[in-house]
Nanobody, 125 residues
Framework: QVQLVESGGGLVQAGGSLRLSCAVS????????LGWFRQAPGKEREFVAV???????TYADSVLGRFTISRDNAKNGVYLQMNGLKPEDTAVYYC???????????????????WGQGTQVTVSS
């Protein structure tokens, strides 16, 4: 029984910041690779950022330099610090997990087996 619960979304003006959190329960957190994905209305769910079980990170080009992913194995949490937000960042943001994921699989949403319910991020212009 693995569960993920996101929080921290909301309404923010362009140029503002938000910090998303994802609490993970069940399983062995330290073995999980963890990702953030987002989905805007009428669009496919897309990769945003990932942190592997070994703390390797990568980002989508659209958020590179603005977003930072991190994890805290003591708290079973994964976080996404979002700075310099733009209207095109508006979406529902989901966290996801899968044990031992690495390499090219890290950015592939189809490889993740555990998902949260999502949290809405709205950036006004």
């Amino acid at each position: 029984q693995v569960q993920l619960v996101e929080s921290g979304g909301g309404l923010v003006q362009a140029g503002g910041s938000l910090r998303l959190s994802c609490a993970v329960s069940g399983g062995t957190f330290s073995t999980y690779s963890l990702g953030w994905f987002r989905q805007a209305p009428g669009k496919e769910r897309e990769f945003v950022a990932v942190i592997s079980w070994s703390n390797w990170t990568t980002y989508a080009d659209s958020v590179l330099g603005r977003f930072t992913i991190s994890r805290d194995n003591a708290k079973n949490g994964v976080y996404l610090q979002m700075n310099g937000l733009k209207p095109e960042d508006t979406a529902v943001y989901y966290c996801a997990a899968h044990p031992w994921l690495g390499g090219l699989d890290l950015g592939n949403r189809n490889k993740y087996t555990f998902w949260g319910q999502g949290t809405q991020v709205t950036v006004s212009s």
